[in-house]
């Protein structure tokens, strides 16, 4: 049923489209219809952003005269036009895909940050998947998302006289949220039921619609269930492990059985975390039904199409469940799939997939069990990429971590969700109103953008910030703050001229946020600077069971209230996404500087690219790819990963380098200006930053790379595996599997000739056919060149052998013991060694 259908209050005829306007959260980035919401209710428009609350809080008294207004009517009309014009307007997929995608792409996440207005979110995995959904609505890739409606989502915050975090925990009313109930072709509420110990747990369904794609969500508060089975989903990232793996398993297993109750088939199913690793589960189990297989036919046809994209940069960072709680909350599903507790620890056991002596001593890891059941996986940066084959290579014991079959994907942010009203009229003159729905490439956009516009645009928005942190600051009651002098608190020493540096996350360790409280006095002495000042602005929630965290921000509240910093250092509390895109439409400079290689990506400063903010960033996540001296300053540049590795040793010295970098390059490049007033170097870093990286680090660039570099070729895949296929390949691998320890290595020789060596191996294949496996010669990374893989070519039988063969390579000297051979699987059909990690080395 359209959520057009959707009416649960009376409002005039002429006004009925309203229904579908409020409903879609293209409303959230897209800024067309703010005027017709202001119309309607500008009170609730500007406290909350939400067109769905707007429209059912206002008087049918009032909207039966907003019907009758000629003005609003006109306005009305024209968000209807455009609205339609929208969803029947070609797209990049439309045009450049064949349809290849039309049986969607299903897209699970445990988060959700599209919106202020919709809390399914906590930080950057959820804001992440907010803005792959409006990209792919923005380019007509068909993605039909699943996640969770949490009754109170994450906390709200904020912060005592004592500079201390408190934690509030509002309800999330349904009705007040922009989604409408799922209903069926006869009007029903979809429900999905799952089967817990002694009982079914009942799942309402909920619809959001993001532009062309929609957000499916499971709540478990439903009448029917049992108390405890409603808080299922209260409150997201529960600290309780029970509860957490009950959320898995509604998110994994409930949303792929919604999907298949609604006629939905996915052509490509992408998990983002392990938290949604369930859903290959329930994916293979449902197809082994259907096609009357055994489940390692279905696990083969099924991973082709599976996608397991990974942020995590510690293996802490995986869940792990203990066998006893996965046994009373999986058993009855297990049982009614035919499905074992064995098999399910040996596709996630926490011992890296390999069998142990007692299998109840290892926990099920939902990354192990992602990566067991998937086609592919990918991290979020060319850095995370190395941290992931590093933290996945106790899964493949015998495999370097180069070899780990991981790649990755660069995040990127919606540039329309975060541009200011400025920047957007200024990219509108230079490269037109659809520039973000339609790839855009060009290198250098602002070409014909004067260094008076950009600057321009630069003071408009440092002063409207300054605007808005002034409104927040007095409504967080800051003439009772403790402190010397309450108009600073309230920001009256906030200046628009002044360089604003700007640092917003989470508060936790790893991040460090106290890297400028390393040596209060330098910084102290920076703010104070009579012709080069500086003033910073932060916001930022830690973990409410996070001390370390709530520490750090009472360190900075304590800093900020010293006479000498009060109103100079202000801390924005609540830190949301509406914060977030004020504080990133402002300020000049963004601060990162977490521990290495702990950030996988770091979105946040991506952010600030398309309006004209600089980034002052640590070497690592995709500031390490985009940075380089044109376009803003890094903290430890070029650093290498084994480096990257240490980084607990380099806390002070970041530190350091962070005030040099402030005092002898930042601060002084901002305030050295020409004979107009313009600071030229500023400009230009800031021209080469937005026309350089703005559109390589967007969405928009990152949705079509998952398109093109892996779900259409996945496809392929996926239509290669047919069932006769599965089974076929299937059977190989179990026979191959049978063989592989019987094959064995003799008799390696090495002879040298004019700097280059010739190796020779005799390998006994056992009847494997030579053309199923490759024999490779292997020399690590060293002081005498990079890492080496070289084939080696199959020579000749050995005599009195029937498998027993002679393969051969030469390559450049090496020392003795740099060459190794080691055979593994040959097989264009499988992504190796993913879906077959067999191999033998040299003993």
Not at 638 to 660: K, T
Not at 692 to 715: C, H, I, K, Q
Not at 797 to 818: I, M, W
Request: proline share 5%; with cysteine.
């Amino acid at each position: 049923m359209p959520l057009a259908a959707y009416t649960p209050r009376q409002i005039p005829e002429a006004l009925t489209g309203l229904f579908t306007l409020a409903l879609d959260l293209r409303w959230s980035w897209h800024h067309g219809s703010d005027d017709l919401w202001r119309a309607i209710d500008q009170e609730t428009w500007s406290a909350t952003r939400n067109a769905w609350l707007v429209l059912n809080s206002v008087s049918i008294d009032w909207l039966d005269s907003l019907a009758k207004d000629e003005t609003f009517q006109s306005l009305y009309e024209r968000q209807l036009e455009d609205y339609h014009q929208f969803t029947h307007a070609q797209t990049w997929y439309s045009d450049d895909c064949n349809g290849e995608l039309d049986n969607t792409v299903a897209f699970f996440c445990m988060e959700y940050g599209l919106s202020e207005s919709l809390p399914l979110y906590s930080g950057g995995l959820g804001v992440l998947a907010g803005d792959y959904l409006k990209a792919a609505s923005d380019l007509g890739v068909p993605v039909v998302a699943v996640g969770l409606l949490f009754q109170q989502g994450y906390f709200r915050q904020n912060i005592n006289a004592e500079g201390q975090q408190l934690e509030f925990y509002p309800y999330n009313d349904p009705t007040m949220l922009p989604v409408a109930p799922l209903t069926d072709k006869d009007g029903q509420w979809v429900r999905v039921v799952i089967p817990f110990a002694g009982r079914s747990v009942r799942l309402r369904a909920w619809r959001a619609q993001i532009g062309r794609c929609q957000l499916l969500l499971l709540d478990s508060n439903d009448p029917m269930n049992e108390p405890g089975d409603r808080g299922i989903t209260s409150e997201l990232y529960s600290s309780k492990p029970e509860k957490r793996l009950q959320q898995e398993i509604v998110l994994g297993i409930g949303g792929w059985r919604l999907l298949r109750q609604l006629g939905i088939e996915p052509a490509v199913c992408h998990i983002n975390e392990g938290h949604s690793a369930f859903a290959f589960l329930e994916r293979a189990l449902s197809w082994k039904n259907d096609h009357g297989t055994d489940f390692e036919t279905a696990r083969m046809a099924t991973r082709a199409t599976n996608l397991f994209t990974t942020h995590t940069p510690v293996a802490a960072g995986f869940d792990h469940f203990s066998p006893s709680l996965i046994r009373l909350y999986l058993g009855p599903w297990m049982s009614s799939a035919g499905f074992t507790m064995d098999e399910l620890m040996r596709l996630g056991s926490s011992s890296g997939g390999h069998s142990l002596r007692a299998e109840d001593e290892a926990s099920l890891n939902m990354a192990y069990l992602g990566l067991k059941l998937c086609g592919r996986i990918n991290g979020v940066s060319r850095i995370h990429h190395q941290v992931t084959q590093t933290l996945f290579q106790p899964y493949f014991p015998r495999w370097p971590a180069e070899d780990i079959p991981v790649e990755y994907v660069t995040n990127g942010v919606h540039t329309p969700s975060w541009d200011s009203p400025e920047a957007d009229a200024l990219w509108t003159i230079a490269c037109g109103q659809d520039r973000w729905r339609r790839p855009m490439e060009l290198r250098t956009p602002l070409a014909s953008t004067s260094d008076t516009d950009l600057w321009s645009m630069r003071h408009s928005q440092r002063t409207r910030l300054v605007r808005y942190l002034r409104h927040r600051l007095s409504s967080q009651h800051c003439e009772h703050a403790r402190g010397n002098n309450p108009s600073a608190a309230c920001g009256l020493l906030l200046d628009n001229e002044t360089l604003t540096l700007g640092f917003a996350r989470r508060f936790t360790d790893y991040k460090r946020p106290d890297l400028l409280l390393k040596d209060p006095d330098r910084l102290m002495a920076m703010l104070n600077s009579r012709d080069h000042p500086l003033q910073i602005v932060l916001a930022g929630k830690a973990h409410p069971q996070d001390q370390q965290g709530k520490e750090l921000i009472r360190r900075w509240k304590e800093f900020a209230f010293q006479p000498d910093a009060e109103g100079k250092v202000v801390f924005i509390e609540d830190y949301d996404l509406g914060v977030a895109a004020q504080l990133i439409q402002g300020v000049d400079v963004w601060l990162n500087c977490p521990r290495h290689p702990w950030e996988a990506c770091g979105t946040s400063g991506m952010k600030i690219l398309v309006n004209g903010g600089l980034n002052l960033s640590q070497y690592d996540g995709w500031w390490a790819e985009a940075w380089s001296e044109d376009v803003g300053w890094a903290i430890r540049p070029g650093a290498d990963f084994e480096e990257l590795s240490r980084s607990n040793e380099h806390d002070h010295s970041d530190a350091l380098e962070l005030y040099d970098l402030l005092e002898n390059d930042v601060i002084p490049s901002f305030y050295t200006v020409n004979e107009e007033g313009r600071p030229e170097g500023w400009i230009k870093r800031i021209r080469a930053s937005m026309d350089g990286l703005t559109a390589r680090y967007s969405a928009n660039r990152m949705v079509r790379e998952y398109v093109e570099d892996f779900y259409l070729p996945m496809v392929k895949q996926g239509d290669f595996r047919t069932p006769d296929v599965a089974r076929a390949m299937t059977s190989e691998c179990r026979e191959l599997e049978m063989q592989w320890s019987r094959l064995r290595f003799s008799s390696f020789e090495v002879t040298e000739s004019d700097g280059r060596q010739t190796y020779t191996v005799d390998a006994y294949l056992d009847g494997v056919p030579d053309s199923r496996v490759a024999v490779e010669l292997v020399a690590n990374a060293s002081e005498y060149g990079p890492r080496e893989v070289h084939e080696m070519t199959m020579k000749h039988q050995l005599e009195g052998s029937e498998h027993g063969f002679v393969y051969e390579c030469t390559v450049a000297s090496r020392p003795e013991g740099h060459f190794t051979p080691r055979l593994r699987i040959r097989d264009e059909r499988l992504n190796l060694p993913l879906e077959n990690a067999s191999v033998l080395w040299l003993k």
